[in-house]
């Protein structure tokens, strides 16, 4: 039972780079999200899908694109790093509704230099 | 625009002690509310949640949480803490207004002294 899985890992970015993150969900959920992690800042909003096709901004969207063109894939563009956006990126996903629990994956951590 | 705030950064307490962590929130109405905890190096998992009822909620792991109208309140409690407990605890909250955004408070780091 997979859940929520991101790939990659791990990556270091040169400033001005862009790459992809992706997430991939098997739970048949409607809604997706992306967030970012920064040290005593908790985790902030950037993106969130409520289904396919249908994309919103969060608290933090600035220098980041989604698509979600399938119920299972929601990637997280980055197109021009910035050391701005080193930080650990979680990808969730839930069956939507309010009182549903959202799921996580293990996280990508982002290093821009 | 609903918000959370947890006002302690980390809470050291020693093993076998009580535990609160604190969190407020900021919303019209009432909201549904959770708690996740976020092992080292790890993604978050579900602690328990409210979204109507009774007040008091039943988690997993032994934690509870109270929902206090009237302060605006959803603290995390467990009546005695073991070392596997040390993690980073967040609080959030969906609004109904909004059921598809899930806004996390800044969280509150726990560490246990043996």
């Known amino acids: 039972n997979a859940g929520v899985t991101q790939t990659p890992k791990f990556r270091i970015l040169k400033i001005g780079q862009s790459m992809t993150l992706q997430c991939t969900q098997d739970?048949?959920?409607?809604?997706m999200y992306w967030y970012r992690q920064d040290p005593g800042m908790g985790l902030k909003l950037i993106y969130y899908?409520?289904?396919?096709?249908?994309?919103d901004k969060g608290e933090v969207p600035n220098g980041y694109n989604v698509s979600r063109s399938t119920t299972e894939d929601f990637p997280l563009r980055l197109e021009l790093a910035a050391p701005s956006q080193t930080s650990v990126y979680f990808c969730?996903?839930?069956?939507?509704?309010?009182?549903?629990?959202?799921?996580f994956g293990q996280g990508t951590r982002l290093t821009v230099v | 625009a609903q918000s959370v705030t947890q006002p302690d950064i980390h809470i050291t307490v020693s093993e076998g002690a009580s535990l609160e962590l604190r969190c407020n929130y900021s919303?019209?109405?009432?909201?549904?509310l959770f708690w996740y905890v976020q092992s080292p190096g790890q993604g978050l998992q579900l602690l328990l949640k409210?979204?109507?009822?009774?007040?008091l909620v039943q988690g997993i792991k032994g934690f509870e949480a109270e929902f206090k109208r009237s302060q605006s309140s959803f603290n995390l409690r467990k009546p005695s803490v073991h070392w596997s407990d040390a993690a980073e605890y967040f609080c959030?909250?969906?609004?109904?207004?909004?059921?598809?955004?899930?806004?996390f408070g800044s969280g509150t780091r726990l560490s246990i002294r043996p």
């Open positions: 969730a996903s839930s069956p939507g509704g309010g009182n549903t629990e959202a799921f």
């Open positions: 919303y019209g109405a009432t909201p549904y």
């Open positions: 739970m048949n959920h409607n809604y």
């Open positions: 899908s409520v289904g396919a096709g249908i994309t």
């Open positions: 959030a909250v969906v609004a109904y207004s909004s059921a598809s955004k899930i806004i």
């Open positions: 409210y979204f109507s009822g009774d007040t």
